[in-house]
């Protein structure tokens, strides 16, 4: 079992900047590719980013590249989620999730996932 927490959402003004942290727990955070997702009011839950067990690879959703960054420090069993010049419609909950293998822009390859952090950008 692999346990996520998220933090770091908020209430921001538009053009500003969050940074989200998704602490894991439970078995060798390395051995697991992690994905960020968000589910805004009314709307299904979609992919944002993802990055593989060395931070080598990632991967993120043309709506949000060169906007969000995502990374990760296996010491600190720690994924992030850095969200600059955010727009109200960035406003959702975001999930982070871990999967085996390589990341993934599906959520059913997901394994295991957090509670969710809310962010909220206001204009």
């Known amino acids: 079992q692999v346990q996520l927490v998220e933090s770091g959402g908020g209430l921001v003004q538009a053009g500003g900047s969050l940074r989200l942290s998704c602490a894991a727990s439970?078995?060798?955070?390395?051995?697991?590719?992690m994905g960020w997702f968000r589910q805004a009011p009314g709307k299904g839950r979609e992919f944002v980013a993802a990055?593989?067990?060395?931070?080598?690879?990632?991967h993120s959703v043309d709506s949000v590249k060169g906007q969000f960054t995502i990374s990760r420090d296996n010491a600190k069993n720690t994924v992030y989620l850095q969200m600059n010049s955010l727009k109200p419609e960035d406003t959702a909950v975001y999930y982070c999730?871990?999967?085996?293998?390589?990341?993934?822009?599906?959520?059913?390859?997901?394994?295991?996932w957090g509670q969710g952090t809310q962010v909220t950008v206001s204009s």
């Open positions: 999730a871990a999967k085996g293998g390589w990341g993934s822009p599906r959520q059913n390859e997901y394994d295991y």
């Open positions: 439970g078995r060798t955070f390395s051995n697991y590719a």
């Open positions: 990055i593989d067990w060395s931070g080598g690879r990632t």
